[in-house]
T-cell receptor, first 115, second 115 residues
Framework: AQSVTQLGSHVSVSEGALVLLRCNYS??????LFWYVQYPNQGLQLLLKYTSAATLVKGINGFEAEFKKSETSFHLTKPSAHMSDAAEYFCAVRTGAGSARQLTFGSGTQLTVLP | EPEVTQTPSHQVTQMGQEVILRCVPISNHLYFYWYRQILGQKVEFLVSFYNNEISEKSEIFDDQFSVERPDGSNFTLKIRSTKLEDSAMYFCASRDRGNPQYGYTFGSGTRLTVV
């Protein structure tokens, strides 16, 4: 079964520092992968998605992720963290087939940005 | 940008009571979903709905749960007799079609508290 694992439930970075949030996938077929962000008391907002086109995917708010098949990874990065990036980030993989397709989420990474 | 709308944003109910959570998916979307997130835990799939029937459900989605699309715009989740462990944030999502280029759009959620 397809799944994603997020390494690190909490990540702290200083404002202006590189953000790196890790996600590894398990899949026997080419996966479709997503990153979502959840700000406090809000819903899930799509940051970016990989759908087997370019391996480097650019998303909103300056985030990007690179699909690396050799490492089964889809890590999320941002060159310079802002205070407003503090949120929970979820990696997800599309699972199922046909009309039963759905998203399966990782356990999430809480990002704290220190002044 | 089109949105998925969920009402109410917060609901408090007594154990054993029935609750109905409401969602208005994006108007031309064909696939509908309910997910839940217990406080501090990962987002979990509950059910997917397509062509007026359930296409997939998780083990969480037992006989206490039901979904309905009563008209052309609403998509509801009913919990027949709520338990304390049903307390969670419930997210509705919708998707245009099978191509993953068309992402999953989530609503802001309904926080359900069972007392």
């Amino acid at each position: 079964a397809q799944s994603v694992t997020q390494l690190g439930s909490h990540v702290s970075v200083s404002e202006g520092a590189l953000v790196l949030l890790r996600c590894n996938y398990s899949s026997s077929v080419p996966p479709y992968l997503f990153w979502y962000v959840q700000y406090p008391n809000q819903g899930l907002q799509l940051l970016l998605k990989y759908t087997s086109a370019a391996t480097l995917v650019k998303g909103i708010n300056g985030f990007e992720a690179e699909f690396k098949k050799s490492e089964t990874s889809f890590h999320l990065t941002k060159p310079s963290a802002h205070m407003s990036d503090a949120a929970e980030y979820f990696c997800a993989v599309r699972t199922g087939a046909g009309s039963a397709r759905q998203l399966t989420f990782g356990s999430g990474t809480q990002l704290t940005v220190l002044p | 940008e089109p949105e998925v709308t969920q009402t109410p944003s917060h609901q408090v109910t007594q154990m054993g009571q029935e609750v109905i959570l409401r969602c208005v998916p994006i108007s031309n979307h064909l696939y509908f979903y309910w997910y839940r997130q217990i406080l501090g835990q990962k987002v979990e799939f509950l059910v997917s709905f397509y062509n007026n029937e359930i296409s997939e459900k998780s083990e969480i989605f037992d006989d206490q749960f039901s979904v309905e699309r009563p008209d052309g715009s609403n998509f509801t989740l009913k919990i027949r007799s709520t338990k304390l462990e049903d307390s969670a944030m419930y997210f509705c999502a919708s998707r245009d079609r099978g191509n993953p280029q068309y992402g999953y759009t989530f609503g802001s959620g309904t926080r359900l508290t069972v007392v």
